[in-house]
């Protein structure tokens, strides 16, 4: 059963930093995506970062470069979005994404129709 279960978020002032998490498990990690997504009230759903699995490489949103870092620990089959220069425009809900579904490529990284298993989201809340 693929599991992809998100923690981290929280509240911080704007200028701040938080981690996010997303450990996978029930598949197997390596040559696949995750991709970091986010959902703030009232928009749709953005793609943020994402990376190949095992060996990158990685790929940012054009609001996020510069500021955001998405990383992978192997061993533990955990992806990382470290967040910094937050602003308040990036409050809102962030969701890892794992497995394209077929069809799909790099091309579609941070598409989110292009995934196939979501994990539950974690808050991020930016003050000003």
């Known amino acids: 059963q693929v599991q992809l279960l998100e923690s981290g978020g929280g509240s911080v002032q704007a200028g701040g930093s938080l981690r996010l998490s997303c450990a996978a498990s029930?598949?197997?990690?390596?040559?696949?995506?995750i991709g970091w997504f986010r959902q703030a009230p009232g928009k749709e759903l953005q793609g943020v970062a994402a990376?190949?699995?095992?060996?990158?490489?990685?790929y940012y949103a054009d609001a996020v470069k510069g500021r955001f870092t998405i990383s992978q620990d192997n061993a533990k089959n955990e992806v990382y979005l470290q967040m910094n220069s937050l602003k308040p425009e990036d409050t809102a809900m962030y969701y890892c994404?794992?497995?394209?579904?077929?069809?799909?490529?790099?091309?579609?990284?941070?598409?989110?129709?292009?995934?196939?298993?979501w994990g539950q989201g974690t808050q991020v809340t930016v003050s000003s």
């Open positions: 994404a794992g497995i394209l579904l077929p069809g799909y490529t790099y091309r579609s990284a941070l598409r989110h129709i292009a995934y196939k298993f």
């Open positions: 029930g598949y197997t990690y390596s040559s696949n995506y």
């Open positions: 990376i190949y699995t095992g060996s990158g490489p990685e």
